[in-house]
Nanobody, 125 residues
Framework: QVQLVESGGGLVQAGGSLRLSCAASGGTFSRLSMGWFRQAPGKEREFVVRMSWGGSTYYADSVKGRFTVSRDNAKNTVYLQMNSLKPEDTAVYYC???????????????????WGQGTQVTVSS
């Protein structure tokens, strides 16, 4: 059973940066495709980015050019560097994982087998 623990959320002013981390345990991290989703108040959870263990990376249009995902297989951790933050980025950010190398449904929640508890990101204007 894979467990995911997010950290790094907080309060930041618009234009600022934050780096989220997601530490995984209980599985073979190098064979996990990792994703980030977010859920703003009153809205559905939405896809942010996916980094597959097969080497592909996909970003939501809303974060392209501002967010960067990376992973450190030696530390079993995936990171989400968020720059040029906007108030509309305010949400609970969730880390997710699955064992599929390549997927055409990477933006669907159902693609992912494992989920973290989430970390709050608040961007003030």
């Amino acid at each position: 059973q894979v467990q995911l623990v997010e950290s790094g959320g907080g309060l930041v002013q618009a234009g600022g940066s934050l780096r989220l981390s997601c530490a995984a345990s209980g599985g073979t991290f190098s064979r996990l495709s990792m994703g980030w989703f977010r859920q703003a108040p009153g809205k559905e959870r939405e896809f942010v980015v996916r980094m597959s263990w097969g080497g592909s990376t996909y970003y939501a249009d809303s974060v392209k050019g501002r967010f960067t995902v990376s992973r450190d297989n030696a530390k079993n951790t995936v990171y989400l560097q968020m720059n040029s933050l906007k108030p509309e980025d305010t949400a609970v950010y969730y880390c997710a994982a699955d064992t599929t190398a390549y997927s055409s449904t990477y933006y669907y929640e159902r693609q992912y087998e494992y989920w973290g508890q989430g970390t709050q990101v608040t961007v003030s204007s």
